[in-house]
């Protein structure tokens, strides 16, 4: 178990694995003969848009949470997002019996804050900037004495995301290659973990849109790097590393592949036609490179992990009624 | 094997699906439950997306091309279809080496045509009236002496998409209903096969659009009653039954039921965003009865066949495009 500012090793990502089981999903391996031919490898999706809440980072939410003890579990935890980590969160502390607040700013999708809701977390509000979110969450800590659960940069979370990797190199044996999408860092920074312990053979890949590189910058420069306020697709990988993300990816990620908007549709198409499953454009990333070949895997054997399924219908559904209601 | 003309029993139903085997996938069970409980029921979907060209017509056309003898395969099969099943029987005859030739409306769309074309098929245009389908089929057949792969209405076809019903029984267990979507009723009328056959008090029920009603009120009537150009979303519900789907549908089904044009889609999205799985509209279409509550199936084990995934993502990828690239 990770104390305070700890990074977790192999032994405490493979208990996370262990607590971790009863509560969420072992999502399945999938292949396509299509894919492969294509890029001439051999590809693994770890599809953990089937994930409980749609992502994987109910594994970080509930790590984090099943660490608590008894105290801090029933005074309640707070965190800041817009995204699956704050379903996640809310999931995960209504599934435990632990009070859930999560801080949006006032522009976040209806949608977003109503699924949040759904689980039974309060939602509060705050202007979208960086210091009205910050003040607004230090605020909630003064006066409730919640434990802040950070999105990503947080070892509990980290090591919880570790956890997806896991299960992938348990399910597909050796891989030469993992790649992983990249946007705080948490899923890259546990994969990197998880693969660099237990296989240290295979590279490490962050994928991430190229309009929101400041992973790839962040590696270059060696210091933190943040995109302001990028404009992707991507939802999800609109955030830049944190200062415990970047100190792992920095040490232990070979590479970081960047997608262009465009490749990043084609590759969510393509897995949409081809798989028949439901991926969120930040999970298409990792898969854009393989699939238009500016990632050469030829002859390896390559893990992807799909980072969730969570996707705004709406656009589509209404065309659909427009046509036929 | 059946003859001529003559409906499959349960031992060559049994005898086909160990014929298919090995030329398609065993596709999984999934269940939610979210699903459950709305509807009060254990409810199984058997996952025809992920069959071989995205639907589970590769059954009844890889079915027909395995038992032609030589002479049938070397000259050549003909089928009509703008459908899935042009795409299986292509693909079946690229797998067998047997020539196909697809007799397709000149108003189909382009992607349907290069996707059967993409197959190795030989795609001829017709006029979009029945005349011209039915003289356009029996010139070729009367010039190659072309054999005919019904759609549907053909006891190989029929006892092929009776093996989903097969490996649903193997996989679920003992169930109380199952339910398939019916168009031109070949897999409904291979379901209720199967299931008469291997679980006489399980109720079967075929469910079709509203706006395409034909099996409901051919039931009705006890005679053929075809639905004139209906306007469905759900594509691959259009068709009418034939005389052999109907013979059996009449003698074997318990009950059609119905879908409205917004309850297929609400459905479909249902299904996409809580299985996260792409299923296309005429396979909403026996989710829909369950998830709305029209279908009372409170406390029974409910077995669903997702006919398909093959989707036309054009419009929404167009709208993700134009506001992302």
Redesign the interface.
Known sequence: MPTADMPPDLDSIRLASERLAPWIHRTPILTSRTLDSICGGSVVLKAE??QKV?AFKIRGAMNALLQLNDGEKSRGVVTHSSGNHAQALAYAGRSLGVPVCVVMPVNAPAIKKAATEGYGATVVPCEPTLAARESTVADLIARHNYTLIHPFDDWRVIEGQATAAWELLDQAGPLDVVIVPVGGGGLLAGTALTVRGRSPSTRVIGAEPKAADDARRSLASGRIEPSNDP???ADGLRTSLGERTFSIIRDNVDEIVTAT??EI?DAM?FV??RF????EPSAAVPVAPVFNGSLDVRGLKVGIIISG?NVD?E???K???D???
């Not at 028949?276 to 991926?279: A, D």
């Open positions: 848009n089937f749609g404009k992707t697709v908007e465009p549709l198409r949409l036609e028949k499953i439901l991926i399924g219908l656009p589509w559904f065309s659909l009624a046509r036929w209601i």
